[in-house]
């Protein structure tokens, strides 16, 4: 997806959740962490500014994990958010609310729980004014499933479609889904709690070379003086950097496959 048809996307009121652009600000303060990155590596490997301009494919890759980052907690927030919605719809079907009505009614729950500017409110205020201007909820679900890029989203709206055409009984088909949606929900925040610790001792793992060799650099001054400025030294750190980068790619893959 083009950057520019994501923005117009939400300027419209429609975001896609399944990608993710930063924003100028984001750009700015991202760009500038990934610079930082790339010089301290430049410095810690090259002690050369001429090893920046080569490194900067590291850079550009930094700023797409970061970016890339921000899209998945985006879009596990509006999950979260959206099955606290369809609990809300289903205690108002209950009492006593229409389809349509008891989605409104469900804005107000929303706003109390995330605040106005949180995700689900922005969609629950587009949904009513759709049901305002005569579009079908169901359309407006299954649009919204779209959207989002989330499987549960996108299955409860193709299960409320169905039930809807079928005159299903919504309120238990509803609170149904929203049990299972916060049953996935409630086991992926185990998982990541499991994981959490794995992932901090990556996390150490990644910065320990670097305090090793800056402990062993400030002990014995120049100690290292014979891996910089000559193509042996060169050649031998680039293959620690090459290392480096394989070991942190592969552990940060194996850990998003198990979360």
Known sequence: ?????F????????????????????RVQYGFISFCIVAFFAFFFYRSLWAV??????????????QKERGKKRGKRLEEEFKDCILSVSANLRAGYSVE???????????ELYGKNSLMCGELLRIKKGIAHN??????????????GS????????????????GGRLPEIIQSAADLIGEKIV????????????????????????????YVEISNRGFFRILYHNPTGVAVMSGCLTLYLAAVTLSDRICARIA
Do not use: W
């Open 135 to 148: 579009v079908p909820l169901e359309a407006l679900l299954l649009e919204l499933g779209e959207r989002s």
């Open 101 to 111: 009505n008891a989605f409104e009614e469900s804005l107000r729950d929303i706003r």
């Open 7 to 26: 923005f117009r996307q939400k300027n419209r009121g429609t975001p896609i959740y399944d990608h993710y652009f930063f924003n100028t600000r984001e």
């Open 1 to 5: 997806m083009a950057r520019a048809e």
């Open 187 to 214: 086991l992926q925040q185990e998982i990541q709690v499991m994981l959490s610790g794995r992932l901090f001792e990556q996390k150490i793992m990644s910065v320990i070379p670097f305090l090793l060799t800056g």
């Open 53 to 66: 301009f080569f490194l900067c494919p590291l850079g550009v890759f930094c700023y797409l994990g970061f």
């Open 151 to 166: 499987g549960n989203i996108q299955e409860f709206g193709e299960v409320f479609a169905i039930a809807r055409d079928s």
